[in-house]
């Protein structure tokens, strides 16, 4: 399997490709409007056709390129079938696993920081990897105060489905904003300050008292990507340009 973690500065945004070397066919998981450029000639650098993309949920901080990548690849659009957006191309469930060559993405529901998010779940080989979106983050997680999320479902979603996974599964997460790379289960069991060792009282508390600010992008974002990346028209100019028309499908 080829296998990239690319990252966009403004949302820091982890994108992660995966390609089959035997079909040269391959995956983006959540890709970001601004970065489209740059995957293409990664892709084109390895040798691969994009098939899919995937997303983990929908989301507020950047403006998904799932649309754009489908007009000008030919790949089709996956994202949790729960979603029931009527873009999506290949719904993924818990018992419907995203296949392309010899990479398959097992899903896990991961509810909480949204109502619908997923995990991805990746074997190969001895190597178990884990693609967290927002639920499980390096020493921290996704937020719970929009998007019908819940602090209580998440504790659950994480303490249920990631940390019951084996100690040595490596965790990619969908951001970090210390340019931290890759944790494991062992490690966040071990040492996250909001879920290593925490009750669901303490938990709750911890979430309830983040005051994070509000996201300068959820207005446009969220309804741009429950339409896979189909941008409204009240937009910044800059995020307008990229919104072109043509290739939007």
Do not use: W
């Not at 818990?94 to 896990?108: A, C, F, H, M, N």
């Not at 921290?140 to 602090?151: K, L, M, V, Y």
């Not at 062992?186 to 709750?204: D, V, W």
């Amino acid at each position: 399997m080829l296998f990239r973690q690319l990252f966009d500065e403004e949302s820091s945004t982890y994108t992660y490709l995966f390609g089959c070397a035997e079909t040269g066919r391959a995956v983006l998981l959540d890709p970001v409007l601004e970065t489209m450029d740059r995957d293409l000639r990664v892709l084109q650098a390895l040798n691969l056709r994009l098939a899919y993309t995937l997303e983990t949920h929908i989301h507020a901080d950047h403006v998904t390129s799932a649309r754009k990548l489908k007009a000008q690849t030919g790949s089709r659009i996956a994202g949790p079938a729960m979603d029931a957006l009527p873009c999506i191309d290949f719904g993924v469930a818990e018992d419907r696993p995203l296949t392309v060559g010899t990479i398959t993405l097992r899903p896990l529901f991961t509810p909480g920081h949204t109502d619908t998010h997923h995990s991805y779940l990746l074997t190969e080989g001895d190597t178990q990897r884990v693609f967290t979106g927002d639920a499980l983050l390096i020493d921290g997680c996704g937020r719970t105060d929009f998007q019908n999320g819940d602090s209580v479902t998440l504790y659950q979603s994480v303490h249920e489905k990631l940390f019951a996974l084996p100690n040595e599964t490596l965790i990619y997460p969908a951001h970090d904003y210390q340019h931290r790379h890759v944790s494991s289960i062992a490690q966040e069991k071990a040492r996250n300050p909001r879920l290593g060792g925490k009750s669901i009282g303490e938990f709750q508390e911890i979430m309830a008292n983040l005051r994070l600010p509000y996201p300068k992008k959820m207005d446009y974002a969220v309804p741009a990507n429950q339409h896979c990346g189909k941008c409204p028209a009240d937009l910044p100019e800059t995020i307008r340009r990229l919104c072109d028309p043509s290739l939007q499908g």
